[in-house]
């Protein structure tokens, strides 16, 4: 069965700073990824997906993610951390064997920014 | 272009009740899901549909039931709520394929 494990549960980093959010993955074939953030009483806003091709996507907001898949890894990384990027990170995988619609989520981490 | 609209946002009941929080999305996708939050447990998937007429259960699906009889459409319904479907629910929708979901605001709801 997929599953996507987020050993993190909150990260806290000065702004400014570099980041670096930890996404494990387990699935059966291919994966698509995702990386989602969550605002307080927001939805959730896709940053970033995998999809084939280049092991590192760019994303909205400065993200990017590398695809690993030789340690079933997707992390999330930005260089220089705002303060408005206090949030809480999802990952995801889905993909062709159990059905692009059923994305399994990651518990979340969630990022404070101190001044 | 309104995206994916949840309503209502907040929503307390009693144990019993029946209601149905409503999802509508103006962006003619296919796929329409709906997932639930709770604390320390990310998003679980609940019902799920392909297109109009073709709905599957998804992980939690006991205590719910959907319906999709238009593209735009895809109302979850709760028979009869328990306290423990006190959660926040998000409704989000994707074209076919692998392009990601658009999700919506949330409905908050409180069973008690």
């Known amino acids: 069965a997929q599953s996507v494990t987020q050993p993190d549960i909150h990260i806290t980093v000065s702004e400014g700073a570099s980041l670096e959010l930890r996404c494990n993955y387990s699935y059966g074939a291919t994966p698509y990824l995702f990386w989602y953030v969550q605002s307080p009483g927001q939805g959730l806003q896709l940053l970033l997906k995998y999809f084939s091709g280049d092991t590192l996507v760019q994303g909205i907001k400065g993200f990017e993610a590398e695809f690993k898949r030789s340690q079933s890894s997707f992390n999330l990384r930005k260089p220089s951390v705002h303060w408005s990027d206090a949030a809480e990170y999802f990952c995801a995988v889905g993909g062709a064997n159990t059905g692009f619609q059923k994305l399994v989520f990651g518990t979340g981490t969630r990022l404070l920014v101190s001044p | ?112």
């Open chain 2, 1 to 112: 272009n309104a995206g994916v609209t949840q309503t209502p946002k907040f929503q307390v009941l009693k144990t019993g009740q029946s209601m149905t929080l409503q999802c509508a999305q103006d962006m003619n996708h296919e796929y329409m899901s709906w997932y639930r939050q709770d604390p320390g447990m990310g998003l679980r998937l609940i019902h799920y549909s392909v297109g109009a007429g073709i709905t599957d259960q998804g992980e939690v699906p006991n205590g719910y039931n959907v319906s999709r009889s238009t593209t735009e459409d895809f109302p979850l319904r709760l028979l009869s709520a328990a306290p423990s479907q006190t959660s926040v629910y998000f409704c989000a929708s994707s074209y076919k394929g692998n392009n990601g979901y658009t999700f919506g605001s949330g409905t908050r709801l409180t069973v008690v």
